[in-house]
């Protein structure tokens, strides 16, 4: 079955830098867009970012534009979220979740992990 | 690109028909049949409910269906059942670089 396990969240202060990994199981992870969306503690979703298939289309919220970068490594299933200069905002549940194909065009989230918990405070 | 607008709460009796709408603009909702829900219990992952407007997941009963017109969509649970208390999110295509927004929620309360 589809599982998908996110990793990497910690407390950490304004400013710095964190990753976030991924690791999916149960499907070939090389045929579907990968995306990230996050939800602030007792608020809503919010998507963050998509990558496609081969990893040479991404695109991001304006929201973290210039601070996150997906990225992923088809040879070891895992899908990445590099988070640099984190502010308060930032803090939340962060899930990974599956496309509904190879594109990120014209989806839909079909399966989510449990989410990592990042926390951004001094 | 702002949050598309759900109602914060709906409500209704075990057997009872409800229905939520998610409104967005014709920049959204309004030119993509690309609208999908999502359920989400409480501490719990979401999980798709509907897709491409009117498709539902196979993990789903059939009790969930899906709708648009304009620039909103519902989604409509018939035959509510004490199960279907959670949260409920909406979420779009934009077509622009922020691709997708979801909706502020709704949360279900079966009485």
């Known amino acids: 079955q589809v599982q998908l396990v996110e990793s990497g969240g910690a407390v950490v202060q304004p400013g710095r830098s964190l990753r976030l990994s991924c690791a999916a199981s149960?499907?070939?992870?090389?045929?579907?867009?990968m995306h990230w969306v996050r939800q602030a503690p007792g608020k809503g979703l919010e998507w963050v970012a998509v990558?496609?298939?081969?990893?040479?289309?991404?695109f991001s919220a304006d929201s973290v534009k210039g601070r996150f970068t997906i990225s992923r490594d088809n040879s070891r299933d895992t899908l990445f979220l590099q988070m640099d200069s984190l502010r308060a905002d930032d803090t939340g549940l962060y899930y990974c979740?599956?496309?509904?194909?190879?594109?990120?065009?014209?989806?839909?989230?079909?399966?989510w992990g449990q989410g990592t918990l990042v926390t951004v405070s001094s | 690109q702002s949050a598309l607008t759900q109602p914060a709460s709906v409500s209704g009796s075990p057997g009872q028909s409800i229905t939520i709408s998610c409104t967005g603009s014709?920049?959204?909702?309004?030119?993509?049949?690309?609208v999908s829900w999502y359920r989400q219990h409480p501490g719990k992952a979401p999980q798709l409910v509907i897709y491409?407007?009117?498709y539902r997941s196979s993990r789903i009963s059939s009790r969930f269906s899906g709708s648009k017109s304009g620039n909103t969509a519902s989604l409509t649970i018939s035959g509510l059942q004490a199960e279907d208390e959670a949260d409920y999110y909406c979420?779009?295509?934009?077509?622009?670089?922020?691709?997708?927004?979801f909706g502020t929620g709704t949360m279900v309360t079966v009485v």
């Open positions: 990558i496609w298939d081969d990893g040479n289309k991404k």
């Open positions: 979740a599956r496309g509904s194909d190879e594109s990120g065009y014209f989806s839909h989230f079909d399966y």
């Open positions: 979420a779009s295509y934009t077509g622009i670089s922020t691709l997708y927004v």
């Open positions: 491409d407007v009117r």
């Open positions: 014709s920049s959204d909702i309004g030119t993509y049949d690309y």
């Open positions: 149960g499907f070939t992870f090389s045929s579907f867009a």
